[in-house]
């Protein structure tokens, strides 16, 4: 089926090029043809351990966005990630992460790890882009959004200053005693990008 311009069609260098009607659009979204298309890379369901891994990533993704809805064992805690780097997970003290929440600030330039989001008791929900983690000429960053049972927004960023392949996540809880619970869900999409060359 061809796709074009809405109204009188000029003429068209590239196929496919224009503006798409809403029903083109949700439908080329639909079959995954569309840039910006999640596809569902892997469902992690934590219980009773203190800390998961991914599987390792497909490198065609420039965005992985992960959906998450945590539950602790204990309150207090916060939802961190660490990353593998070529098949060697990083626990170096070089994460840097910025936060806002309630109007306050918390920083840090030598973390162990990445700040994803923060434990009201003892569930959070809310979901994270991972920028560059393929592309080994990029640093790896990373933005959050979440909101914890204390009714509390939190919303941040991450980077890592290292240029290099990330090729697996590893999702943890920063209690070490404390673990996640039945009913944590966490989902790894990639976005699909489309260029037009």
């Known amino acids: 089926m061809p796709y074009g311009y809405l109204g009188t069609q000029p003429n068209q260098t590239l ?13 080329l979204q639909s079959q995954g043809k569309l840039g910006g298309s999640l596809e569902l890379i892997e469902v992690l369901q934590p219980s009773g351990v203190n800390s998961i891994d991914t599987s390792v990533l497909p490198t065609h993704y420039d965005v992985i966005k ?10 207090a805690n916060v939802f961190h990630c660490r990353v593998y780097e070529s098949g060697v997970l990083n ?7 910025a936060i806002l929440y309630n109007g306050n600030e918390v920083r840090s330039s030598t973390a162990t790890s990445a700040y994803l989001g923060n434990f009201g008791g003892n569930q959070t929900q809310g979901y ?3 920028y560059n983690l393929s592309d080994t000429n990029e640093y790896s960053y990373v933005s959050f959004h979440n909101y914890d049972n204390s009714n509390i927004y ?4 991450n980077s890592l200053p290292s240029a ?3 090729d697996k996540l590893q999702f943890k809880n920063s209690n070490a005693v404390q673990t996640f619970s039945s009913g944590t869900e966490i989902k790894i999409y990639g976005i699909k990008q489309l260029w037009v060359h």
């Not at 496919?16 to 949700?26: F, I, M, P, Y």
């Not at 626990?91 to 992460?97: D, F, G, L, Q």
């Open 91 to 97: 626990t170096s003290a070089i994460y840097e992460y």
């Open 15 to 27: 196929k496919n090029t224009g503006v798409l009607s809403v029903t083109e659009a949700a439908e």
């Open 154 to 157: 939190w919303t941040g960023g």
């Open 164 to 166: 290099s392949l990330v």
């Open 66 to 75: 992960v959906d998450f809805n945590i539950k602790a064992s204990g309150a």
């Open 128 to 130: 994270a882009y991972f």
